[in-house]
């Protein structure tokens, strides 16, 4: 009895693949590679918070305090005399003996306790809903010795933690907002010149080749001297956003003008044409979703570069400049090789970014070879 349920379940197994769409097919094999889940969940974590950074900071990213300036990173203690009861001990300043340096060192006879949802700056949830609650908290204010520093601060006294948040949705989004407007121009200027040829592809490969053939960084150090010095942050935001999209979409216009030139005379896209289909609807509509493995490969692999992109260029100088906070800016300061011996935790916003580049390579192999679900 067992053998005609198992080839029935087999039967209806083949019969789901069969009518399934494209889609559907992507999707089931994609969550096989466990991997690339794993990387789609750390992904959409950095993307939360995104949407959460005032929320997750628990202090003014700018409110700086030179008595605090330089504090190492406070040892969460989780249980207080047997219960959960997240604390923190105080910090006391001293004077270092031989460098006459002011020192922090921390003070176990006195603890401060955290606050889950505990009051703090004001700031607008979401862009739109005022409020002052945070995930953490503590009831010190501005006590310096009262105070919460998971990561420790910089030289100016700044909280490193929420400085990071805010660091987290201005580069993220950096190259969210720049692979979105790679990925338009490097389709639709590709599919052109490979669909249509003749003199519209001579100038579109032209004007490619020189683009890729301007060396970087010396381009870079242009643009950044171009860009007055009296814009506000957002104006500088979206002009290095704009500057690296125009960079970037040569490499995808290459692909796709290749992809155009071998699948334009396809049988599909002949019959498309003989049906009275318009050329737009032939290139976005059959040529395009094709190979949608090929764009989804460049694609993932364009934002890693993007974020990497803006995160070199402010650790240069060359990017975002403060009062901006990104994770290059936060970088500026480990320039100084004897400030990172002394103050290590200066180094920590490099962490995210291995992190999310990683995450963003794994989850493109499992797009990649999820969008060819037909592939070995």
């Not at 005032?54 to 969460?76: H, I, K, T």
């Not at 060192?105 to 955290?114: G, Q, T």
């Not at 420790?152 to 006294?157: A, I, P, R, S, Y």
């Not at 009062?323 to 400030?339: E, K």
Request: net charge positive.
């Amino acid at each position: 009895m067992a053998k005609p349920e198992v080839a029935l379940e087999a039967a209806a197994t083949e019969q789901r693949i069969f009518v399934a769409s494209q889609w559907q097919l992507m999707w089931w094999r994609f969550r096989k590679h466990k991997v690339a889940v794993a990387s789609a969940f750390v992904v959409a974590g950095f993307y939360l918070v995104v949407l959460g950074a005032d929320f997750l900071a628990y202090s003014d990213p700018n409110a700086s305090e030179a008595q605090r300036g330089l504090m190492p990173p406070q040892r969460v203690y989780w249980f207080d005399d047997g219960r959960f009861g997240p604390y923190v001990h105080a910090f006391k300043g001293v004077r270092d003996p031989q460098t006459f340096k002011r020192v922090y060192r921390a003070d176990p006879s006195e603890k401060v306790p955290i606050r889950f949802f505990a009051e703090g700056f004001e700031y607008r949830f979401l862009g739109v809903i005022p409020t002052s609650r945070h995930l953490i908290g503590v009831d010190g204010g501005r006590d310096a010795s009262k105070t919460i520093f998971l990561l420790g601060t910089d030289v100016q006294g700044r909280d490193m933690w929420s400085r990071l948040m805010y660091g987290t949705r201005i580069s993220l989004t950096i190259g969210l907002v720049g692979v979105t407007m790679s990925l338009v121009l490097g389709v639709v200027l590709g599919g052109f010149s490979g669909f249509f040829g003749g003199s519209i592809d001579t100038l579109i490969q032209r004007v490619i080749e020189i683009l890729r053939s301007i060396p970087t960084i010396p381009l870079w150090m242009g643009l950044a001297a171009a860009l007055p010095r009296d814009w506000s942050v957002q104006q500088i935001y979206f002009a290095i956003t704009i500057i690296i999209s125009l960079l970037g979409w040569t490499e995808l216009a290459r692909v796709v003008r290749g992809r155009f030139l071998a699948l334009r005379e396809e049988d599909f896209v002949v019959s498309a044409r003989l049906v009275g289909c318009s050329q737009m609807r032939t290139i976005f509509v059959h040529m395009v979703p094709s190979f949608m493995s090929h764009i989804i490969a460049a694609t993932t692999l364009a934002l890693p570069a993007m974020i990497v992109s803006e995160t070199s260029l402010s650790f240069l100088g060359l990017g975002l400049r403060p009062p901006a906070i990104s994770w290059g800016v936060l970088l500026q300061q480990a320039q100084n090789v004897q400030t990172v011996a002394i103050s290590p935790w200066l180094m920590l916003p490099a962490v995210p970014v291995i992190i999310v580049v990683m995450a963003f390579n794994f989850l493109g192999d499992g797009l990649r070879d999820a969008a060819d679900p037909y592939g070995r």
